[in-house]
């Protein structure tokens, strides 16, 4: 009788854990590659999550020799908030979104852009990925 109330708790707990983490289908609205190479780069400070979700935020990053050398490394946004993921790279390789297994092929010099929104809450690394090189992290919160 005590092994069937314990088993009982159990599955209860793993029902209660399931709901809370249970992973959320990313959406992605447009990944494209960016004709202009007149970005500009944001300084290499984060910034506080945005009040609003009215427009996309526009996020700039630079990468140098497999490191980022312009732009946060720490990406803070509020859960609904559509991104724009602007990227140049001087090597060839891909970026990575971890959490949102988002990628984006990235060309010597030459602008690219993601966009999507960013719909589930928590921290997520970004890195290229042949590279095997960690650039920041995406940090959520929730609304």
């Given at each position: 009788m005590r092994?069937?109330?314990y088993l009982l708790v159990a599955v209860a707990a793993l029902a209660g854990?399931?709901?809370?983490?249970r992973w959320q289908a990313p959406t992605t609205e447009a990944v494209s590659a960016a004709s202009s190479k007149d970005a500009v780069p944001l300084p290499p400070t984060a910034s506080a999550p945005p009040a609003s979700a009215a427009a996309d935020t526009a996020v700039e990053l630079r990468i140098s020799r497999g490191m980022l050398v312009s732009g946060p490394s720490v990406i803070k946004l509020v859960q609904?908030?559509?991104v724009d993921l602007r990227i140049v790279s001087d090597t060839a390789d891909e970026l990575h979104l971890h959490g949102y297994d988002l990628h984006l092929q990235l060309h010597p010099d030459l602008p690219a852009s993601l966009h999507f929104i960013a719909n589930r809450s928590g921290r997520f690394?970004?890195?290229?990925?042949?590279a095997h090189q960690e650039l920041g992290a995406l940090e959520v919160y929730p609304r």
């Amino acid at each position: 009788m005590r092994n069937a109330l314990y088993l009982l708790v159990a599955v209860a707990a793993l029902a209660g854990l399931y709901s809370v983490f249970r992973w959320q289908a990313p959406t992605t609205e447009a990944v494209s590659a960016a004709s202009s190479k007149d970005a500009v780069p944001l300084p290499p400070t984060a910034s506080a999550p945005p009040a609003s979700a009215a427009a996309d935020t526009a996020v700039e990053l630079r990468i140098s020799r497999g490191m980022l050398v312009s732009g946060p490394s720490v990406i803070k946004l509020v859960q609904g908030d559509p991104v724009d993921l602007r990227i140049v790279s001087d090597t060839a390789d891909e970026l990575h979104l971890h959490g949102y297994d988002l990628h984006l092929q990235l060309h010597p010099d030459l602008p690219a852009s993601l966009h999507f929104i960013a719909n589930r809450s928590g921290r997520f690394t970004y890195e290229l990925h042949h590279a095997h090189q960690e650039l920041g992290a995406l940090e959520v919160y929730p609304r």
